[in-house]
C-alpha cells in the first residue's frame, strides 16, 4: 500500500496570514496521464471530510480559491494564502493512484 | 444537489454482523460515472478505505485487504442505494463509518453524514 506522510502535525495559524501543509507519498503518485493522483480533504469539527482539491491542483465548484494545491510526484503541498476562522480543522491527503486508497495522518489546523 | 443518507445500528456485539445502508438521492446508484465507497475513521486506524462498489455494464466492486474476507458491499437499484457487510466483527472495528461517491479522477466529493459503531458485548 502506498504511504502517505503529512507535516506537520499540528499547525496554529493566525486569521489573514498563509499557512502550507505537505504530503509525501511512498511512491510517485504521477500517472500515466501526466496527472498527480493526489486529493485533500478538510474534516471540520463534527462534521464528515469534504473535498478541497482534486488531482493535485483542481478546486470543485465552491471551494474558496485561496486554497491551492501543488506538487509533482511525491511531494505536495496544500496553501491557505489567508487563513480564515472558517478553516479550522484537519486536513487530509489522500492518494487516488491505486487500490486501496490511503490517506495522510492528518494535519490539525488551529487558530493561535 | 446529491446527498447520502446512511443508517444502521450503532451498536453491534463482537463475532456478529456489522450491516450499513447508504441512500443516494441526486445520483442513480448505477451511474456509469460514479464509485460508491465505504471509509471509516478511528483514533487508531486514522481514515481507512474499506471498499467500494460501481456500474460499468455489469457490477464490480473491490475491497481493502484487511476486510476482503469479511466485507460485502452490495447495491439496490430500486431503492437507490448501497449497503454494507461486515461479518465477525470485533472491538477493533468500532469507528465512524462513511459511505461516500467517487467521480473518477475528481475525488471524494459527497460523504455521508457518518454512523458510529461500536463492537460490543
Known amino acids: 500500500d502506498i504511504v502517505m506522510t503529512q507535516s506537520p502535525l499540528s499547525l496554529p495559524v493566525t486569521p489573514g496570514e498563509p499557512a502550507s501543509i505537505s504530503c509525501r507519498s511512498s511512491?510517485?503518485?504521477?500517472?500515466?496521464?501526466?496527472?498527480?493522483?493526489v486529493d485533500w480533504y478538510l474534516q471540520k469539527p463534527g462534521q464528515s471530510p469534504q473535498l478541497l482539491i482534486y488531482?493535485?491542483?483542481n478546486r470543485p465548484s465552491g471551494v474558496p480559491d485561496r486554497f491551492s494545491g501543488s506538487g509533482s510526484g511525491t511531494d505536495f503541498t496544500l496553501k491557505i494564502s489567508r487563513v480564515e476562522a472558517e478553516d479550522v480543522g484537519v486536513y487530509y491527503c489522500?492518494?487516488?493512484?491505486?487500490?486501496?486508497?490511503?490517506f495522510g495522518q492528518g494535519t490539525k489546523v488551529e487558530i493561535k | 444537489q446529491v446527498q447520502l443518507q446512511q443508517s444502521g445500528p450503532g451498536l453491534v456485539k463482537p463475532s456478529q454482523t456489522l450491516s450499513l445502508t447508504c441512500a443516494v438521492s441526486?445520483?442513480?446508484?448505477?451511474?456509469?460515472?460514479?464509485?460508491w465507497n465505504w471509509i471509516r475513521q478511528s483514533p487508531s486506524r486514522g481514515l481507512e478505505w474499506l471498499g467500494r462498489?460501481?456500474?460499468?455494464?455489469?457490477?464490480?466492486?473491490d475491497y481493502s485487504m484487511s476486510v476482503k474476507s469479511r466485507m460485502t458491499i452490495t447495491s439496490d437499484t430500486s431503492k437507490n442505494q448501497f449497503s454494507l457487510q461486515l461479518n465477525s466483527v470485533t472491538p477493533e472495528d468500532t469507528a465512524v463509518y462513511y459511505c461516500?461517491?467517487?467521480?473518477?479522477?475528481?475525488?471524494?466529493?459527497?460523504w455521508g453524514q457518518g454512523t458510529t459503531v461500536t463492537v460490543s458485548s
Open positions: 441526486g445520483d442513480s446508484v448505477s451511474s456509469n460515472s460514479a464509485a
Open positions: 462498489t460501481y456500474y460499468r455494464s455489469k457490477w464490480s466492486s
Open positions: 511512491q510517485s503518485l504521477l500517472g500515466n496521464k501526466g496527472n498527480n493522483s
Open positions: 461516500v461517491r467517487g467521480t473518477g479522477a475528481s475525488g471524494l466529493d459527497v
Open positions: 489522500m492518494q487516488a493512484l491505486q487500490l486501496p486508497r490511503t
Open positions: 488531482v493535485g491542483s
